[in-house]
């Protein structure tokens, strides 16, 4: 039995090898693995690919979250608005805080934050903060400072919207920008920007799985803002502006000389390698809708989008017995997993926000629903016809 993988990392290392190692010996040469010019050549390098102003390297795209809500000084008595389906630092990050996370149910199309349910929130829950500038959440009482977009599954929020609404009503922008390195927004008729750069502060991931992934963890923080990435600057180092002179407590959360090194790298290809997965999230849709499953068991495919606005970090699609299916699939050989089966509503972890089953009904949905199925750059034709196939097979034998 021929097995497809979710994804084939080395095939991809096979095609970037000499690079790869000739980039960890001159590390290794150089025995400087905290910081230093690798990483800041890193750095530089990947802000000019994204024209996202700054850039730094940090230790994961949790901490990413974590350092950019601490720049932006969240804590005890704010709260963020955050969608519920999404991975689980994401409002992790929020919760380390002090902070508390608000949940907006996602839009069923996309997956993603609903700049409407945003606003319909605001308008019902939301008033003029008593203490000064701003707005406080009526039930909670606490002061509302900042929108959490997330880019799933490699598609792009409706940025223009959510950056009417934090115009308007004085919100930052934190956008989770894991899963769609490389992804491009509309911002206006005509314009588009990378994902990441256009709120106030943008975290990347580089978990190997990601679109741009290292060989270990590690993350980044990107911003317009120089002042915002002087603080995260100095929070990723124990919050101290010269060694052993601290001004804030901040935490250890540096990327490695040796992630630098690999990222620097991978970066030449990942334009291609975006390509590549759109490519052949075209080839699935074109296979699923000749197969004639979609609006009956397949109960939907993802968006394709405008041109870069969704780079498919996964290609995701609501099934009708969605479990049975994946262990159908497993047993011919493929896989494919479910990204998430548990909105952060319902984790015992976060119990004491007091939400229900039933309180967002489109995040529960889709965690019923969903499905990723095999994707990555070096997936061929005949093994998406095969997942297709074996799909069919299970529903029409
Ligand atoms: C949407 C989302 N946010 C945050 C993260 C956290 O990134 P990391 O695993 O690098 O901490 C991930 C990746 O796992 C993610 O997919």
Known sequence: MTKIPMLDLKAQYQTIRSEVLQAIEEVLESQQFILGPVVERFEERVASYLQGGAAVGVASGSDALLLSLMALGIGAGDAVLVPPFTFFSTVSSITRLGATPIFIDIDPQTFLMDPQAVEAFLEERAQPHPQGDGLMDSKSQCRIRALLPVHLFGQCCAMVGLLSLSRKHQLYIVEDVAQAFGARTLVSPGVSRAAGTVGDLGCFS????????????????????????????????????????????????????????????????????????????????????????????????????????????????????????????????????????????????????????????????????????????????????????????????
Not at 215 to 235: E, I, Y
Not at 343 to 349: K, T
Not at 355 to 375: I, K
Not at 379 to 387: G, N, P, R
């Open 206 to 397: 580089f978990f190997p799985t990601k679109n741009l992934g290292g060989m270990g963890d590690g993350g980044l923080v990107v911003t317009n803002r120089s002042d915002l990435a002087d603080k995260v600057r100095m929070l990723r180092v124990h919050g101290a502006n010269h060694k052993y002179h601290h001004l804030e407590i901040g935490l250890n959360s540096r990327l490695d000389a040796l992630q630098a090194a690999v990222l620097f790298v991978k970066l030449r290809y990942v334009d291609q390698w975006r390509e590549e997965r759109i490519e052949r999230a075209r080839i699935y849709e074109t296979l699923f809708l000749s197969s004639g499953l979609v609006g009956e068991e397949i109960l939907s495919l993802p968006n394709s989008g405008d041109a870069q606005s969704h780079v498919f970090n996964q290609y995701v699609i609501r099934a009708r017995r969605r479990d049975q299916l994946k262990e159908y699939l497993a047993k011919q050989g493929i896989k494919a997993e479910v990204h998430y089966p548990v909105p952060l509503h319902l984790q015992p972890c976060f119990s004491s926000l007091g939400y229900r089953r039933g309180d967002f009904p489109h995040s529960e949905d889709a965690s019923t629903q969903v499905l990723s199925l095999p994707m990555y750059p070096e997936l061929t034709a005949h093994q998406q016809e095969t997942v297709v196939r074996q799909i069919r097979s299970f529903y029409r034998g």
